[in-house]
C-alpha cells in the first residue's frame, strides 16, 4: 500500500494472473496444457459473467432509475424492492419474444452482428487488470490490443445496417462507421499520450506507474493517476470515448427521432439482446479502459484486496456520467459531430500528443 492507496503486485514477474491461481487452486496445473487451458477457460468464464451481470443490472435497471432521476420522474418500482426484479421480467419479456428476420435480410452477415458487436467488448476485459487478482492476461501490447478488439464492433454495427434491408438500418450503420474513424483515431492518440507518459503498452505497467503519490500536502497524497497529471488528456480521452460508444450527444446511428432505431431497427428477441448487451458491455469496457490508463486502475484507499471493488466503483462511475449526459446534453447533428471529430478532437489529440512527448523529453 503506497501512501494509503491499495496497489497489487503488478510487475511483470511478480503478477499472478486469474488462470494461474485457479490452477493453483484446482490443481489444473499439474494436467499440463490441458490443465492451463481449463483453468484459462475458468477464468475467462468468470469474468465475462462478471461483466455480463454488471451489464443486465446497467441496461433494465440502472439506466431507467438513473434517467428517472435526473428528469424528476418514478422509474421501475413495482418489481421487487426498487423494481430490481425487472431484470428478470425483461430478460423473459424479450427472450420469450418471436424473432422476426426481414425476408430480404443478407444472412449470414443479419446473424453474425450481434455477436460481433457483444464479443468484441468481452475480448477487451481480457487484459484489463481490476485488482484482487482479477486479471485474464498481460500482454506487452495491451493497451494496442484493446483497442484493437474493441474497434471490431465497427465490423459489426456495419454489418447489421446493411444486411437488414431497411433504409434506415443502412443509414444508422453508415453512421456509425463514420463516427467510429472519426473518434477512434483522436482515442488512440490520446491514449499513446499516457504511453509516452509510462513508456510501456502493458496495462499492468501502465497501472503500477500510477501507483506512487505525486504530491503530499498536509498530510494527504495526491495520486500520480494520469488524470491528475494530464487533466487535458483525460477530457480529450472521455469525450472521444462517449462518441465511441454512442451516447449522447453522439448517438447519431440510433436517433430514435430521425432513424427510428439506426442499425438496430430490424433486430428483435435474443438478436436485439445481444446488442443491446454489446452497447452496455462497450460502455464498461470504455469506462476500464479510462479507470486502468487515466485513474490509477484498481488503486484505491484500504488494503490491495479491496482493488476489484475500486475498480468496479470507477466505470460505475464513467456509466453514470454517461447516463448524466443523456439526460442533460442534446443530440448533435450528424454533420456537426463529424465536424467535431475531424476539426476538433483530431486536432487536440496531436497537439497534446506532441505537447507530452516534449514535456516528458525536456523533464527526462
Do not use: C
Not at 482479477?134 to 474493441?150: K, R, T
Not at 453512421?175 to 499516457?194: C, D, F, H, K
Not at 454512442?246 to 428477441?269: C, H, K, L, M
Amino acid at each position: 500500500m503506497v501512501g494509503g492507496y491499495a496497489t497489487a503486485p503488478l510487475q511483470n514477474g511478480d503478477t499472478i494472473l486469474l488462470p494461474e491461481r485457479i490452477g493453483e487452486l484446482t490443481g489444473l496445473d499439474g494436467f499440463g496444457v490441458g490443465g492451463e487451458l481449463l483453468a484459462t477457460f475458468l477464468a475467462a468464464f468468470v469474468i465475462g459473467n462478471l461483466m455480463l451481470a454488471m451489464t443486465g443490472v446497467a441496461g433494465p435497471w440502472a439506466k431507467r432509475k438513473i434517467t428517472a432521476a435526473f428528469t424528476d420522474r418514478i422509474a421501475v418500482n413495482r418489481l421487487g424492492p426498487g423494481g430490481i426484479f425487472i431484470i428478470l421480467a425483461d430478460a423473459v419479456r424479450l427472450l420469450s419474444k418471436e424473432l422476426v428476420v426481414p425476408e430480404n435480410a443478407d444472412r449470414p452477415a443479419y446473424d453474425l452482428a450481434p455477436i460481433v458487436v457483444a464479443g468484441s467488448a468481452l475480448l477487451g476485459f481480457a487484459v484489463i487488470p481490476m485488482g484482487s487478482g482479477v486479471h485474464l492476461a498481460d500482454p506487452e501490447v495491451g493497451l494496442a490490443y484493446v483497442f484493437a478488439v474493441s474497434g471490431i464492433a465497427s465490423l459489426g454495427l456495419v454489418m447489421a445496417g446493411y444486411s437488414s434491408a431497411n433504409k434506415y438500418s443502412l443509414i444508422g450503420g453508415l453512421r456509425a462507421v463514420a463516427q467510429n474513424i472519426a473518434y477512434e483515431i483522436p482515442l488512440v492518440v490520446t491514449g499513446m499520450s499516457v504511453v509516452i507518459f509510462a513508456g510501456t503498452l502493458q496495462m499492468s505497467e501502465i497501472v503500477a506507474a500510477q501507483a506512487e503519490p505525486l504530491v503530499s500536502f498536509a498530510g494527504l497524497d495526491i495520486p500520480r493517476w494520469y488524470a491528475v497529471v494530464n487533466p487535458f488528456a483525460f477530457v480529450l480521452f472521455l469525450v472521444a470515448n462517449f462518441a465511441e460508444v454512442g451516447r449522447n450527444p453522439f448517438d447519431t446511428p440510433e436517433a430514435p427521432t430521425e432513424i427510428v432505431a439506426g442499425y438496430q431497427t430490424e433486430y428483435s428477441s435474443v438478436y436485439f439482446v445481444l446488442i443491446y448487451l454489446g452497447e452496455f458491455l462497450h460502455i464498461f469496457l470504455g469506462g476500464g479502459i479510462i479507470a486502468t490508463i487515466f485513474l490509477g486502475g484498481p488503486a484505491g484507499p484500504g488494503p490491495a484486496e479491496l482493488g476489484i471493488v475500486w475498480f468496479i466503483v470507477k466505470i460505475w462511475a464513467i456509466f453514470l456520467l454517461t447516463q448524466w449526459l443523456r439526460s442533460a446534453v442534446p443530440r448533435v447533428r450528424i454533420d456537426q459531430l463529424i465536424e467535431i471529430g475531424w476539426k476538433g478532437l483530431l486536432v487536440l489529440s496531436f497537439a497534446n500528443l506532441i505537447l507530452t512527448a516534449v514535456i516528458v523529453g525536456v523533464l527526462a
